[in-house]
């Protein structure tokens, strides 16, 4: 790749971002970082995020995840991204519009305006949806310990699949929707078309 690009890979829950993000970072030899959590700040918020016996209101949530983000782009993507190197991103500011946004129901033009100020304006230069149907996200969750949002219920999955699928419906040039059900060599080779096209 001949610039420092910003690439993000989304989707639900069992889809395969971070598998298919340290693929690609491995194959680019990009930063691989993650969201939330990929600071030390955002460590600690994660244990509060994911924690199954903390009730956090759902705008409190939102915030949160906004301070992990301003953090994150502050001390891993623009340090990179300045350095010409390019950042592979399991999760971005997209997965809050998906998740308080369409999961949560929180207003969206309030979410987009808070995040945009939490990065600065820095949103990824291209968006992987790794796409796969509630039946295999949810045959890939059993069998392990699941967080406070994975445990949300079908339903609140449901919209944060739809609004990831609109996101990218009103976002083509910046968004690639790739089959996550297929063979994982076959999904790597896909992903990595889609960040270098």
């Given at each position: 790749?001949?610039?420092?690009?910003?690439?993000?890979?989304?989707?639900?829950?069992?889809?395969?971002?971070?598998?298919?993000?340290?693929?690609?970072?491995?194959?680019?030899?990009?930063?691989?970082?993650?969201?939330?959590?990929?600071?030390?700040?955002?460590?600690?918020?994660?244990?509060?995020?994911?924690?199954?016996?903390?009730?956090?209101?759902?705008?409190?949530?939102?915030?949160?995840?906004?301070?992990?983000?301003?953090?994150?782009?502050?001390?891993?993507?623009?340090?990179?991204?300045?350095?010409?190197?390019?950042?592979?991103?399991d999760r971005?500011?997209y997965s809050?519009?998906?998740?308080?946004?369409?999961?949560?129901?929180?207003?969206?033009?309030?979410?987009?305006?808070?995040?945009?100020?939490?990065?600065?304006?820095?949103?990824?230069?291209?968006?992987?949806?790794?796409?796969?149907?509630?039946?295999?996200?949810?045959?890939?969750?059993?069998?392990?310990?699941?967080?406070?949002?994975?445990?949300?219920?079908?339903?609140?999955?449901?919209?944060?699949?739809?609004?990831?699928?609109?996101?990218?419906?009103?976002?083509?040039?910046?968004?690639?929707?790739?089959?996550?059900?297929?063979?994982?060599?076959?999904?790597?080779?896909?992903?990595?078309?889609?960040?270098?096209?």
């Amino acid at each position: 790749m001949s610039q420092a690009r910003y690439l993000a890979l989304e989707g639900a829950e069992g889809s395969g971002k971070s598998t298919h993000a340290a693929r690609l970072a491995e194959r680019l030899g990009a930063v691989l970082t993650h969201e939330t959590g990929g600071t030390e700040v955002g460590a600690r918020l994660r244990a509060i995020l994911h924690d199954v016996e903390v009730d956090l209101d759902d705008r409190a949530e939102a915030l949160i995840i906004a301070a992990d983000r301003a953090q994150h782009v502050a001390r891993v993507v623009r340090p990179a991204l300045v350095a010409g190197r390019c950042v592979v991103s399991d999760r971005s500011v997209y997965s809050t519009l998906a998740y308080q946004g369409f999961g949560r129901g929180l207003d969206l033009v309030e979410l987009r305006q808070l995040n945009d100020w939490a990065i600065g304006g820095r949103w990824p230069d291209r968006v992987i949806l790794l796409d796969a149907s509630l039946e295999v996200l949810t045959a890939r969750l059993g069998g392990r310990e699941l967080d406070r949002f994975e445990r949300a219920g079908d339903a609140f999955h449901r919209r944060v699949v739809e609004g990831f699928h609109t996101m990218a419906a009103e976002d083509p040039g910046r968004w690639v929707v790739v089959d996550a059900s297929a063979d994982p060599d076959v999904v790597a080779d896909a992903v990595q078309r889609a960040a270098t096209s």
